[in-house]
């Protein structure tokens, strides 16, 4: 599913955010990526979804080549992925429904197949009371949940979530978990960077802790590990 | 398709100010560009016409005899080069003048009966190189007031044309930048205002010309809409404008309306939406990376 081979990532101003990073995580994987702060979480998912290129190494994700694919392949690559962000990036203008279709629509899925899919996420996430609301209307734990809905509306094999619950309290972060174990447990793939050491501790998922550019530990059933 | 459309209209209005600054100014552009080029191939047009009847025009000394006209004929007849040699007295040079006039020859009348102007022989050569020595060699002959030739005027008109053409070139290239340079503004606010929405849709998978479409079909209407204002005044004072040419001055051979201002009506029309999208491609490049 995603396939890291030696890679690095030095930014063009020198500084090192990953250096020799081998791993590999199978499909239907839950994944937390842990570390203190500038450790290299950020860049790591990162490439996933190439935002960043890495410096060196292959790294392979649902079988595309990030460091070799061309620009043009970029779209089609991220049809197959679903990205969360920690401050939501809903679109303020556009309803809940709205703010999920628009996933759809601007990759050109035909109409009636949008409106099944959009229902059917918004069920999923709990929000199937709230669609014509805007997300000004809305708690940040339901904002985040209409992020969720949009990176999942289009079925991708993997979802990758950079601090979903960073912006939210204690109980609100963990009905976000609660939901993206739902959708992990429909065989997608979930690779999150966090800072959340209860949510990780409880969880008991793989964990992949970064320091300094370099992984220091992967461990099935895993705990944070840090004092956050 | 749909979709590029109605985001592309939303952009429109939501700019408003904006949206009409482009146009104004494309359609300013376009407009001189579009007088300029009238102005051009009318002159073209009237060099060429002049240059095609190039002949030389010999007025004969007033009061010259019957017989001392004919030898002056027959010794120009003599040059070699000539090829016809025409005599026009005085009264049928009047009356063709008269008729070059149109309805303005009510002017003639506060001549009364005399008529100022001279007999005259007009003088056809072989080649238009001929011409300059051709007329030197006609000059000094006696009975000969003085010999002319219409080149002079083509070669003022040439040069007319030459001078407007350069300078409208600059103005045009000048305009042409200012035009673009307000619709690729017009559209970096509009991408800048929605460059969230950009954001997530790379995100999700859009393809770069998925992002692109209505941004450029933004500046295309721009770029459109400022052109057809251009074509819409430079036709209607075309009209008008020759309209009053064949009142006052129907001698000036003017192109008519139809069909040169479909075509240049055309020309304005694809350079406008050119620029239009140019402008938007320029944003999108610098802006967004799309």
């Known amino acids: 599913m995603i396939q890291m081979t030696d890679v690095s990532k030095i930014y063009s101003n020198g500084s090192v955010a990953l250096s020799n990073v081998t791993i590999y995580i199978e499909k239907g994987d839950f994944i937390f990526v842990v570390g203190p702060s500038g450790a290299g979480k950020s860049t790591f998912v990162k490439l996933i979804f190439r935002e960043e290129l890495p410096t060196t190494g292959d790294l392979i994700v649902n079988g595309r080549n990030i460091s070799s694919m061309e620009p043009d392949e ?29 996933a759809m629509e601007v990759i050109e899925a035909p109409r009636r197949e949008i409106q099944k899919r959009v229902n059917n996420v918004l069920d999923l996430v709990g929000l199937k009371q709230k669609t014509r609301t805007y997300p000004s209307q809305l708690s940040g734990g339901e904002q985040q949940r209409v992020a969720i809905a949009r990176a999942i509306v289009n079925n991708p094999l993997v979802v990758i979530a950079d601090e ?4 939210l309290d204690p109980d609100t972060s963990w009905e976000i978990m609660k939901i993206f174990e739902r959708i992990n447990r429909t065989g997608t793939t979930i690779v999150m960077a966090t800072h959340d050491k209860p949510v990780v501790d409880a969880m008991k998922r793989r964990v992949i802790a970064i320091e300094k550019g370099r992984i220091v530990r992967d461990q099935e059933k895993g705990v944070y590990g840090y004092e956050s | 398709m749909e979709y590029f459309v109605r985001e592309s209209l939303a952009s429109l209005r939501h700019n408003g100010l904006m949206s009409i600054a482009s146009i104004t100014t494309v359609a300013l552009s ?120 219409g080149q002079e005027v083509v070669a003022h008109l040439f040069a007319l044309t030459r001078m407007v053409r350069i300078f409208g070139l600059v103005l045009i290239i000048f305009l042409a930048l200012a035009a673009l340079f307000i619709i690729s503004n017009t559209i970096r606010i509009t991408v800048f205002a929605r460059r969230k929405e950009i954001g997530i849709m790379k995100y999700v998978g859009a393809t770069d010309w998925f992002i692109r479409w209505p941004f450029l079909i933004e500046g295309m209407i721009l770029g459109f809409g400022g052109a057809l204002i251009a074509v819409l005044l430079l036709t209607k004072s075309y009209g008008l ?49 799309v």
């Open chain 2, 30 to 149: 376009l407009l001189i560009l579009g007088m300029f080029l009238v102005m051009v191939l009318n002159l073209n047009n009237m060099a060429s016409a002049l240059e095609s009847q190039v002949q030389i025009s010999v007025y004969l000394q007033d009061g010259l005899s019957d017989y001392d006209t004919r030898t002056v004929g027959t010794r120009i007849a003599g040059i070699p080069g000539v090829t016809q040699v025409t005599y026009v007295n005085k009264d049928e040079a009047l009356s063709k003048f008269k008729q070059r006039l149109g309805d303005q020859q009510g002017i003639l009348n506060a001549l009364g009966d005399s008529n100022p102007l001279p007999n005259a022989f007009e003088v056809k050569v072989d080649t238009p190189d001929e011409v300059k020595t051709v007329t030197a060699a006609i000059s000094q002959f006696s009975g000969v007031e003085n010999a002319r030739f």
């Open chain 1, 74 to 102: 970029v779209p089609y690559l991220r049809r197959g992925l679903g990205i969360v962000f920690q401050d939501f990036r809903l679109l303020p203008n556009k309803t809940v429904y709205d703010n999920v279709a628009f």
């Open chain 2, 241 to 289: 404008f020759t309209e009053q040419v064949y009142q006052s001055l129907a001698f000036l051979p003017i192109i008519p309306q139809y069909p040169f201002l479909t075509n240049i009506s055309i020309i304005l029309l694809v350079v406008g939406t050119v620029i239009g999208a140019l402008g938007s491609t320029i944003s999108l490049r610098r802006f967004m990376q």
């Open chain 1, 164 to 167: 979903p619950t960073g912006n």
